[in-house]
């Protein structure tokens, strides 16, 4: 099986493999009581498995790990999944854009909580830990009740610098944009940042 994947990745943005309608009917029938559930799982999973590639979690378990984390999410989002919610655009939000975000969150959380692990490195002539400073960033986001989009933001920015060892703004804005963030949201993300630099980066350039 995994050797049939790695031979049809193509770019999730593409969604030319997924069949928005199709699955969206399916999801309304699982509502409504049918026992489709299994199908849509599969329908789904398509998406998972190019996420994966695409963004580099093949990096921090075996493949079929990540597959089947993914299977769990893809059922939590089924479970909370909404055919009739309006974005903030005033647009319905399609099924592909609905599961894409959830498994890619869910598969970040999932290959954070695997590298939590990580060396001390040097901040300002001090010795910090990344995984210290982002705890407490993502405590003063929830507890400020910012968007989760920003907490997600802060979340790839901890996965980010988990991997690369260092921070690298241009670097890492080039991340953020390759998952789908306009300029304004990366904008609002500095800002928010920067109302806690005092406390958590004691005055250094974000």
């Not at 647009?91 to 854009?97: D, I, L, Q, V």
């Not at 210290?132 to 979340?155: A, P, V």
């Not at 790839?156 to 690369?164: A, F, I, S, T, V």
């Not at 953020?176 to 500095?190: A, V």
């Amino acid at each position: 099986m995994t050797s049939i994947y790695l031979c049809d990745i193509v770019c999730v943005r593409c969604k030319t493999y997924f069949d928005n309608d199709s699955t969206e009917n399916m999801l309304v029938r699982y509502k409504n009581g049918e026992n489709v559930l299994n199908s849509i799982v599969e329908s789904i999973e398509q998406i998972a498995v190019r996420l994966i590639f695409l963004h580099g979690f093949i990096r921090f378990s075996e493949f079929d790990n990540l597959l089947q984390q993914s299977r769990l999410i893809i059922i939590e989002a089924i479970r909370t999944y909404d055919p009739e919610h309006v974005n903030e655009d005033g647009k319905r939000t399609r099924a592909f854009s609905y599961f894409s975000n959830a498994i890619r969150y869910g598969l970040l959380r999932y290959s954070v909580g695997i590298t939590r692990k990580i060396n001390p490195v040097i901040v300002s002539d001090k010795v910090l830990n990344f995984n210290d400073i982002f705890d407490t960033l993502r405590e003063h986001f929830e507890t400020c009740e910012f968007d989760d989009k920003y907490i997600y933001m802060l979340d790839l920015m901890r996965d980010y610098c988990n991997c690369e060892g260092c921070y690298g703004k241009h670097k890492f804005v080039k991340t953020l944009k390759s998952n789908g963030f306009s300029k304004r949201d990366i904008w609002r993300f500095f800002k928010l940042l920067k109302t806690a630099k005092n406390y958590f980066f004691k005055g250094d350039e974000l």
